[in-house]
C-alpha cells in the first residue's frame, strides 16, 4: 500500500512538526517584545512595533516567507562579508521558521498586548500597595494572569501556524507536503498522498484543540470558583 | 538602487496579475457569501441532522492547510476516474477552476462559522418582541434577525475577506500568473527583492488598505446606531488572524 | 513525544554543515528522473548525482548535497545555500547574466509528447489553439513563447509536473526533455497511450544550449577546477560507463565528443 512512501510521508511529519514548534517558540518571543514595545511610554518602540504588525498582518504569508527567505539571505550574506567574516550558512530550517516566527509574532503581539491590558489595573496597584517589588507584581500577578487571558488567542494562532507549515515546501524545506509531492511524482497518485497530508493535519489540529481546550479550562478553575461560590 | 527600468517593463504583467487577482477575490468571495449563508442556518439550527453535516464540512476545511485543499483539487482529482470522465471535467481541467473552486469552499467554511456565531448570539428578546408586535416569520428573519446577525458578524468577515485576499497568492502555486506568481518570474530572472517580491508587498498592500476601507464604511453604515467607544473595545480573542475553534 | 520533538528540533537546528576549506556544496533537484530522483528511503539517485560524485572525486573534496525546488535554485546558489548546481540546467544567455556556467556536460534534444493519434506533426499551425504544457522560465518555454504564438501555454513549476499535467489531461500537448519524458513517463505504465511526435527538436544555438554546471559569476577558481575534473572523466572513460547505465544513445555534447576523438 502506497508504494512504499508512506515512512517517508511520516518522516516528513516530525520536520513539519518541529517547523511548527520552533516557529511557535520564535513567535512568542517576538511577540512578547513586540506587545511590551507597543505598551512603552517610547513612541519610537511604538511606532516600530505598529508598522512590524501592520505590515505583516496586511501581506500573504506566502510572500512574506519568500521575501525573507531569499532577501534574508541576500543581507545577511551581504553583512557577513562587508564585516569579512565569510560565509554564514542558513539552512533552510532555520530559514523557514525564523520567517514564520517573524510573520507570527505581529499575530501573537496583538495577543499579547490584549491579554496584558485585559489585566485589571487595580490589580497591580493592589499588589504595589501591600508592598510586593515589581519583579514579585510581574511574577505573582501579572504573567500568570497573562498566560490565561492570552491562552485563548494563543491556541488560535498555533492553529493558524501549523497550517502555515504546508507552505514551507516552498521555499525548500524537506517536510510532508515536499515528500508528498515527491511521492505523487514517483507514483502518479497525487490524490492518495495529499490526502493522507490532510489527513495528519486533520488530526494534529484536533489533538491540539482537545490539548489545549482542556489547559483553557485548567487555568480557568478559579475564574469559575469565583461565579460558583 | 532600484532598477526602474526593470519595473516599468514588469508594470504591464503586474497589472494583469492585479486583475487575475480580483478576479479570483470577487468570484470567490460572493460565491463562499452566498454558500455560507444558508448554511449558517443549518449550522445555528438546532436539529442535530442540519447543524452536524455543515460543522463536519467547516470543521475539516478550517482544520486542515489550504495549500493542501489546493492541491488535492488540482493535483489529485485527475487522478480519479470518476472525475476525468464526468461531465465537469472541463471545469477541473482548467487551473483557474480549481482556484475558485479550493477559495470558494476554504471562504464558505469559515464565513459560515462567522454568520453562525453571529446567528447564535441574536438576543432572543429582539426576535420575541418582533414577534409579539405581530410580525410574521419572513418579516422577522429579513428586518430582525438578519440584519442583526450581519451587523455583528461584518467586523469578522472583513476580516475574513482580507484574508482571502491573501490567500489568493496560493494559486501562484498551480500556474496561475495573478500578483505574487509575477514577483516571483521577477526575482527568477533579475534575482532582486525589491522589483520583484517589493512591487507585489505593494500591490497587497494597496488591496489591503483599500478593503480595510471599504469595510470601515460598511460598518460605519450598519453600526452607526452604536456607541463608537464600544467598538473601540478589543478583546483579546478578536484580535487573532482567524477563529478556528470559535 | 515532548523528548522527541525536543530532540528531533535538535539535531534539525544544529545540523548546519560545517564549513571545511576542502568543502564543496552541490545544489541538486530530485525531480527529474533519471537525471537525479529520490527513493522512497530518501535517497538521491541519478546521473546528475552520479556526475556530481564524480566531479568531487577528481577535484579531491568533499561534497554535500543540497537538495532544492528548481525554482529556488538560483537564488539559493547566488544566497550561498550551495556552491554550484549540478540539476541538468541549460545553458542560456539569459541565465549566464546571473550566472557562471562550466563547459557542458550533457545535451539531448527536446521533444513534443501527446496521446497516441492526437498529433501527427508539431507547426505552429498545427498547434494553433492548443494547450502545450511545458516547463516554467525555461529554455523550452522561452521557444514556445516565441515560435507558437497562437496556442495556449501552461507552465508548470516541475518538470515531472508537466507529464502529470498531460496525463491528467490538462493540456492537450507536452513539450519536454527527449530523455526525462521517455524515462519518467512513456516507460512507465501511466505513459502508455502516450507517444512522442514528430523528429527530436535542438534547442541549441551559438553559444547555448548544452547542460552545464552553474556556479557563482566570477567563482573563476571553482569554474576552472570542475572543467578539468570534467574533462578528465570524460578523457578516461568513466562518463561512457555512467553514461551507459542510464542512457542507449550518446549523450555528451557534440564539440566535447569531437575533442576526444
Same mark, same amino acid.
Given at each position: 500500500?502506497?508504494?512504499?512512501?508512506?515512512?517517508?510521508?511520516?518522516?516528513?511529519?516530525?520536520?513539519?512538526?518541529?517547523?511548527?514548534?520552533?516557529?511557535?517558540?520564535?513567535?512568542?518571543?517576538?511577540?512578547?517584545?513586540?506587545?511590551?514595545?507597543?505598551?512603552?511610554?517610547?513612541?519610537?518602540?511604538?511606532?516600530?512595533?505598529?508598522?512590524?504588525?501592520?505590515?505583516?498582518?496586511?501581506?500573504?504569508?506566502?510572500?512574506?516567507?519568500?521575501?525573507?527567505?531569499?532577501?534574508?539571505?541576500?543581507?545577511?550574506?551581504?553583512?557577513?562579508?562587508?564585516?569579512?567574516?565569510?560565509?554564514?550558512?542558513?539552512?533552510?530550517?532555520?530559514?523557514?521558521?525564523?520567517?514564520?516566527?517573524?510573520?507570527?509574532?505581529?499575530?501573537?503581539?496583538?495577543?499579547?498586548?490584549?491579554?496584558?491590558?485585559?489585566?485589571?489595573?487595580? $490589580?497591580?496597584?493592589?499588589? $504595589?500597595?501591600?508592598?510586593?517589588?515589581?519583579? $514579585?507584581?510581574?511574577?505573582?500577578?501579572?504573567?500568570?494572569?497573562?498566560?490565561?487571558?492570552?491562552?485563548?488567542?494563543?491556541?488560535?494562532?498555533?492553529?493558524?501556524?501549523?497550517?502555515?507549515?504546508?507552505?514551507?515546501?516552498?521555499?525548500?524545506?524537506?517536510?510532508?507536503?515536499?515528500?508528498?509531492?515527491?511521492?505523487?511524482?514517483?507514483?502518479?497518485?497525487?490524490?492518495?498522498?495529499?490526502?493522507?497530508?490532510?489527513?495528519?493535519?486533520?488530526?494534529?489540529?484536533?489533538?491540539?484543540?482537545?490539548?489545549?481546550?482542556?489547559?483553557?479550562?485548567?487555568?480557568?478553575?478559579?475564574?469559575?470558583?469565583?461565579?460558583?461560590? | 538602487?532600484?532598477?526602474?527600468?526593470?519595473?516599468?517593463?514588469?508594470?504591464?504583467?503586474?497589472?494583469?496579475?492585479?486583475?487575475?487577482?480580483?478576479?479570483?477575490?470577487?468570484?470567490?468571495?460572493?460565491?463562499?457569501?452566498?454558500?455560507?449563508?444558508?448554511?449558517?442556518?443549518?449550522?445555528?439550527?438546532?436539529?442535530?441532522?442540519?447543524?452536524?453535516?455543515?460543522?463536519?464540512?467547516?470543521?475539516?476545511?478550517?482544520?486542515?492547510?489550504?495549500?493542501?485543499?489546493?492541491?488535492?483539487?488540482?493535483?489529485?482529482?485527475?487522478?480519479?476516474?470518476?472525475?476525468?470522465?464526468?461531465?465537469?471535467?472541463?471545469?477541473?481541467?482548467? #487551473?483557474?477552476?480549481?482556484?475558485?473552486?479550493?477559495?470558494?469552499?476554504?471562504?464558505?467554511?469559515?464565513?459560515?462559522?462567522?454568520?453562525?456565531?453571529?446567528?447564535?448570539?441574536? #438576543?432572543?428578546?429582539?426576535?420575541?418582541?418582533?414577534?409579539?408586535?405581530?410580525?410574521?416569520?419572513?418579516?422577522?428573519?429579513?428586518?430582525?434577525?438578519?440584519?442583526?446577525?450581519?451587523?455583528?458578524?461584518?467586523?469578522?468577515?472583513?476580516?475574513?475577506?482580507?484574508?482571502?485576499?491573501?490567500?489568493?497568492?496560493?494559486?501562484?502555486?498551480?500556474?496561475?500568473?495573478?500578483?505574487?506568481?509575477?514577483?516571483?518570474?521577477?526575482?527568477?530572472?533579475?534575482?532582486?527583492?525589491?522589483?520583484?517580491?517589493?512591487?507585489?508587498?505593494?500591490?497587497?498592500?494597496?488591496?489591503?488598505?483599500?478593503?480595510?476601507?471599504?469595510?470601515?464604511?460598511?460598518?460605519?453604515?450598519?453600526?452607526?446606531?452604536?456607541?463608537?467607544?464600544?467598538?473601540?473595545?478589543?478583546? #483579546?480573542?478578536?484580535?487573532?488572524?482567524?477563529?478556528?475553534?470559535? | 513525544?515532548?523528548?522527541?520533538?525536543?530532540?528531533?528540533?535538535?539535531?534539525?537546528?544544529? *545540523?548546519?554543515? &560545517?564549513?571545511?576549506?576542502?568543502?564543496?556544496?552541490?545544489?541538486?533537484?530530485?525531480?527529474?528522473?533519471?537525471?537525479?530522483?529520490?527513493?522512497?528511503?530518501?535517497?538521491?539517485?541519478?546521473?546528475?548525482?552520479?556526475?556530481?560524485? *564524480?566531479?568531487?572525486?577528481?577535484?579531491?573534496?568533499?561534497?554535500?548535497?543540497?537538495?532544492?525546488?528548481?525554482?529556488?535554485?538560483?537564488?539559493?546558489?547566488? &544566497?550561498?545555500?550551495?556552491?554550484?548546481?549540478?540539476?541538468?540546467?541549460?545553458?542560456? @544567455?539569459?541565465?549566464?547574466?546571473?550566472?557562471?556556467?562550466?563547459?557542458?556536460?550533457?545535451?539531448?534534444?527536446?521533444?513534443?509528447?501527446?496521446?497516441?493519434?492526437?498529433?501527427?506533426?508539431?507547426?505552429?499551425?498545427?498547434? *494553433?489553439?492548443?494547450?502545450?504544457?511545458?516547463?516554467?522560465?525555461?529554455?523550452?518555454?522561452?521557444?514556445?513563447?516565441?515560435?507558437?504564438?497562437?496556442?495556449?501555454?501552461?507552465?508548470?513549476?516541475?518538470?515531472?509536473?508537466?507529464?502529470?499535467?498531460?496525463?491528467?489531461?490538462?493540456?492537450?500537448?507536452?513539450?519536454?526533455?527527449?530523455?526525462?519524458?521517455?524515462?519518467?513517463?512513456?516507460?512507465?505504465?501511466?505513459?502508455?497511450?502516450?507517444?512522442?511526435?514528430? @523528429?527530436?527538436?535542438?534547442?541549441?544555438?551559438?553559444?547555448?544550449?548544452?547542460?552545464?554546471?552553474?556556479?557563482?559569476?566570477?567563482?573563476?577558481?571553482?569554474?576552472?577546477?570542475?572543467?578539468?575534473?570534467?574533462?578528465?572523466?570524460? *578523457?578516461?572513460?568513466?562518463?561512457?560507463?555512467?553514461?551507459?547505465?542510464?542512457?542507449?544513445?550518446?549523450?555528451?555534447?557534440?564539440?566535447?565528443?569531437?575533442?576526444?576523438?
Amino acid at each position: 500500500m502506497f508504494h512504499g512512501y508512506l515512512p517517508m510521508i511520516l518522516d516528513g511529519l516530525r520536520v513539519t512538526l518541529s517547523v511548527a514548534v520552533v516557529s511557535l517558540a520564535v513567535a512568542s518571543v517576538f511577540g512578547m517584545m513586540g506587545a511590551v514595545a507597543k505598551l512603552s511610554a517610547s513612541p519610537v518602540l511604538r511606532a516600530v512595533a505598529g508598522t512590524y504588525t501592520t505590515v505583516i498582518r496586511a501581506l500573504p504569508d506566502l510572500l512574506l516567507m519568500l521575501v525573507i527567505f531569499y532577501g534574508g539571505q541576500i543581507l545577511l550574506n551581504t553583512i557577513t562579508q562587508a564585516q569579512g567574516w565569510g560565509y554564514v550558512d542558513v539552512n533552510a530550517f532555520m530559514a523557514g521558521t525564523i520567517t514564520l516566527g517573524f510573520v507570527f509574532g505581529a499575530y501573537l503581539t496583538e495577543t499579547f498586548r490584549g491579554a496584558i491590558l485585559a489585566i485589571p489595573r487595580g $490589580q497591580i496597584e493592589a499588589a $504595589q500597595s501591600i508592598g510586593l517589588s515589581r519583579g $514579585q507584581v510581574l511574577r505573582n500577578v501579572t504573567i500568570p494572569q497573562m498566560v490565561r487571558h492570552a491562552l485563548p488567542g494563543f491556541t488560535n494562532n498555533w492553529l493558524v501556524l501549523l497550517k502555515a507549515t504546508a507552505l514551507v515546501s516552498i521555499i525548500g524545506l524537506d517536510d510532508m507536503m515536499h515528500r508528498a509531492s515527491l511521492a505523487s511524482a514517483a507514483t502518479r497518485e497525487p490524490f492518495t498522498f495529499y490526502m493522507i497530508v490532510g489527513a495528519i493535519y486533520l488530526a494534529i489540529t484536533t489533538v491540539s484543540i482537545l490539548g489545549l481546550g482542556a489547559l483553557n479550562w485548567r487555568m480557568s478553575r478559579s475564574l469559575r470558583r469565583e461565579a460558583v461560590g | 538602487m532600484i532598477n526602474w527600468s526593470i519595473i516599468i517593463e514588469m508594470l504591464p504583467a503586474f497589472w494583469r496579475g492585479l486583475q487575475i487577482t480580483l478576479i479570483l477575490l470577487c468570484t470567490a468571495g460572493l460565491a463562499g457569501l452566498a454558500l455560507a449563508v444558508p448554511l449558517s442556518l443549518a449550522r445555528a439550527s438546532s436539529h442535530p441532522l442540519l447543524s452536524w453535516p455543515v460543522f463536519i464540512f467547516t470543521y475539516i476545511l478550517r482544520g486542515t492547510p489550504l495549500l493542501v485543499q489546493l492541491f488535492i483539487i488540482y493535483y489529485g482529482l485527475p487522478q480519479l476516474d470518476i472525475v476525468r470522465q464526468s461531465a465537469f471535467w472541463p471545469f477541473f481541467r482548467d #487551473p483557474f477552476f480549481c482556484a475558485w473552486l479550493a477559495f470558494t469552499l476554504n471562504t464558505t467554511a469559515y464565513t459560515t462559522e462567522i454568520f453562525a456565531g453571529a446567528i447564535r448570539n441574536t #438576543p432572543a428578546g429582539e426576535v420575541e418582541a418582533a414577534r409579539a408586535m405581530g410580525l410574521s416569520r419572513t418579516q422577522v428573519l429579513r428586518d430582525i434577525f438578519w440584519p442583526g446577525a450581519w451587523r455583528r458578524a461584518l467586523p469578522q468577515y472583513g476580516n475574513e475577506v482580507v484574508q482571502l485576499m491573501h490567500a489568493t497568492a496560493l494559486a501562484s502555486t498551480i500556474t496561475i500568473v495573478e500578483i505574487l506568481r509575477v514577483g516571483r518570474d521577477v526575482y527568477y530572472n533579475h534575482l532582486v527583492i525589491t522589483e520583484s517580491f517589493g512591487m507585489a508587498a505593494v500591490f497587497f498592500l494597496a488591496l489591503t488598505v483599500v478593503l480595510t476601507l471599504i469595510f470601515r464604511i460598511l460598518e460605519k453604515l450598519f453600526l452607526r446606531h452604536l456607541d463608537p467607544r464600544d467598538s473601540a473595545n478589543v478583546s #483579546p480573542s478578536e484580535t487573532t488572524k482567524v477563529t478556528v475553534n470559535a | 513525544m515532548r523528548n522527541t520533538i525536543t530532540s528531533l528540533v535538535l539535531t534539525t537546528v544544529l *545540523a548546519v554543515p &560545517a564549513l571545511a576549506s576542502d568543502q564543496i556544496r552541490i545544489g541538486v533537484e530530485g525531480n527529474y528522473p533519471p537525471f537525479s530522483q529520490v527513493a522512497p528511503d530518501g535517497a538521491l539517485s541519478g546521473f546528475d548525482i552520479d556526475i556530481a560524485d *564524480a566531479l568531487c572525486d577528481r577535484m579531491q573534496v568533499e561534497c554535500t548535497l543540497v537538495q532544492q525546488e528548481w525554482e529556488g535554485m538560483i537564488p539559493a546558489l547566488s &544566497a550561498n545555500r550551495f556552491d554550484m548546481i549540478v540539476a541538468s540546467m541549460t545553458i542560456t @544567455d539569459a541565465r549566464r547574466e546571473r550566472v557562471d556556467f562550466s563547459d557542458p556536460y550533457y545535451d539531448v534534444p527536446s521533444r513534443f509528447i501527446a496521446a497516441e493519434g492526437d498529433f501527427t506533426s508539431y507547426s505552429p499551425e498545427d498547434l *494553433a489553439g492548443q494547450t502545450i504544457i511545458v516547463l516554467r522560465n525555461s529554455p523550452r518555454a522561452d521557444f514556445l513563447e516565441e515560435n507558437y504564438p497562437d496556442s495556449r501555454i501552461l507552465a508548470v513549476d516541475r518538470e515531472p509536473a508537466v507529464y502529470l499535467e498531460l496525463a491528467a489531461g490538462r493540456g492537450d500537448i507536452a513539450f519536454g526533455s527527449s530523455v526525462v519524458s521517455a524515462e519518467a513517463f512513456l516507460n512507465t505504465p501511466q505513459g502508455e497511450g502516450f507517444v512522442q511526435v514528430g @523528429d527530436p527538436i535542438s534547442l541549441t544555438r551559438a553559444g547555448e544550449g548544452g547542460v552545464g554546471i552553474a556556479m557563482r559569476k566570477n567563482d573563476d577558481a571553482l569554474r576552472e577546477r570542475v572543467n578539468a575534473a570534467l574533462a578528465e572523466i570524460m *578523457a578516461d572513460g568513466t562518463y561512457d560507463e555512467m553514461a551507459s547505465q542510464y542512457f542507449e544513445f550518446d549523450i555528451m555534447p557534440e564539440a566535447a565528443r569531437d575533442a576526444l576523438n
